[in-house]
């Protein structure tokens, strides 16, 4: 926490650790942090702040939540164990994806998350400011609530804000903020675009289209949710936000699927419930897709972004689905198990993630993401040390999210940074390429289920 330390200087990163000296310094100037980023805390300040229905939404697991339970049971397996005596004073954070494509300011980010709207007014454009200023790769849903161009305006904005919006740790060891050549050293991180694939082949390539054209530099395709998961608190509200006319606007804004509105006699303006209702049955229709289905969409979007621009699969638990899109070409997969929201009674994300990257974790050009359950930096650890090379969060952002809108994510994600580059420090590892299985000791795959909801 020595805010004077000659090392700073040397890091290719901020200090990110500092955010937590600012927080301790703010009784100073008699203010407080603007929340406790606790995941309890965090999930009990945003359920007073939402409707019965957003919360529901954003809280509802498919069936008991067992896989969600799963999730959490599978970090818990893993313990890590510290190394002392190592010069961590130069640490990075900073790592770089796709064999050194794109630097980011930490092996973390925006999980793709649908409808931010119904958290805040701000919805996607505030979480897509924030990680832009940050140097962390964002996420856009296609169920996202704003039009893909102004999302990816609004992490332009963020990326060349990020010089100034970093000016604010405190360097200098007097507990006021000043710019430093620190707030320098974040770099322009890349935008990925998360494909839900219409039944509707032209709308698909449009889609695509429009996130090439807003500056989204690598695609995922989710093939874990053509339909919801059975949600029993969702469905007993009756609880389907696109249903009552909320969410619609990326589709609104597609010149194809205006024709198809047109065609049905919609007008969104007029009848928003009809125009949502057409949208989302048109992207999460209940239609399965195949491989060669996939394959084909990953062709489409190296044919209008470029060959260069990374297609992954997210929604991947199985051993043999990560070696068949590794066999087919694809530049990497996400192992997820969509927070335990689809499918009730399967395994723990973490638990598949150690299994896929024992069979495909060394294969060339092909990168291991994780997603599901995190909800700290010891648990991005965790998954980095069992070979992912990149990390999703969800929930905690959109936490933030509908406590105080953008400076809320701002907060969420500073203080995951300030954990992880503590964390780096106090468990004596000096870059994120350090980070191996040599830091965990590891139980067995033996759990005493409970038969009741996870409380995060």
């Known amino acids: 926490m020595d805010a004077k330390s000659p090392h700073i200087k040397n890091r290719d990163t901020p200090p990110w650790g500092l955010y937590q000296r600012n927080m301790f310094w703010r009784y100073n100037d008699r203010e407080l942090p603007p929340f406790n980023t606790h995941p309890d805390v965090l999930e009990r300040l945003a359920s007073r702040k939402l409707s ?10 498919a069936g ?20 002392q005596l190592v010069d961590t004073n130069e640490r990075s954070t900073r790592t770089s994806l796709f064999d050194g494509k794109w630097e980011v300011s930490a092996p973390f980010g925006i999980a793709p998350v649908g409808i931010n709207k119904i958290y805040h007014d701000q919805g996607e454009l505030a979480v897509a400011k924030a990680a832009g200023e940050l140097g962390l790769v964002y996420s856009l849903s ?10 990816g305006k609004a992490n332009e904005e963020g990326r060349a804000n990020r010089f100034k919006a970093n000016e604010n740790l405190d360097v200098d060891g007097d507990g006021e903020s000043g710019g430093n050549e620190n707030s320098r050293k974040v770099p322009e991180a890349p935008r990925f675009f998360q494909l839900y694939m219409p039944h509707d082949d032209e709308l698909t390539l449009s889609l695509l289209k429009r996130a090439h054209e807003s500056g989204f530099q690598a695609c995922i395709l989710t093939t874990d949710t053509s339909q919801l998961g059975w949600r029993h608190d969702d469905v007993a509200t009756s609880n389907y936000a696109f249903y009552r006319g909320i969410g619609g606007e990326l589709g609104f804004t597609d010149p194809v699927f205006q024709k198809r509105m047109a065609e049905s006699g919609i007008d969104p303006q007029k009848d928003a419930v009809r125009a949502a209702t057409l949208w989302i049955d048109t992207i999460w229709h209940g239609r399965a897709w195949s491989w060669e289905k996939a394959v084909w969409a990953r062709e489409k979007w190296q044919e209008i972004a470029g060959k260069d621009k990374p297609f992954l699969i997210k929604g991947i638990q199985s051993v043999k689905d990560a070696e068949k899109a590794a066999d087919l070409g694809f530049e990497g997969v996400v192992v997820s198990n969509h927070a335990g929201r689809q499918v009730d009674g399967a395994v723990g994300s973490l638990d598949a993630l150690e299994s896929i990257v024992k ?9 291991v993401m994780f997603d599901s359950g995190v909800r700290g930096a010891a648990d991005v650890m965790k998954a980095l040390a069992l070979g992912a090379k990149f990390v999703f969060v969800g929930r905690l952002w959109i936490w933030g999210l509908t406590i105080m809108g953008e400076e809320g994510v701002r907060h969420v994600l500073r203080s995951l940074l300030a954990d992880f580059d503590i964390l780096m420090n106090v468990m004596g590892v000096r870059s994120v390429e350090e980070i191996d299985g040599g830091l965990l000791e590891s139980g067995p795959r033996v759990y005493g289920l409970l038969n009741e909801k996870s409380k995060l």
Do not use: M
């Open 52 to 61: 019965q229905n957003g919360w529901l939404y954003a809280s509802s697991n």
């Open 142 to 151: 296609t169920a996202g609530s704003f039009p893909i161009e102004d999302v």
């Open 359 to 367: 069979a495909v974790g060394e294969r060339c050009g092909f990168t």
């Open 64 to 83: 008991l939540s067992h896989t969600h339970l799963a999730n959490r049971q599978a970090f818990f397996r893993h313990k890590l164990v510290p190394r």
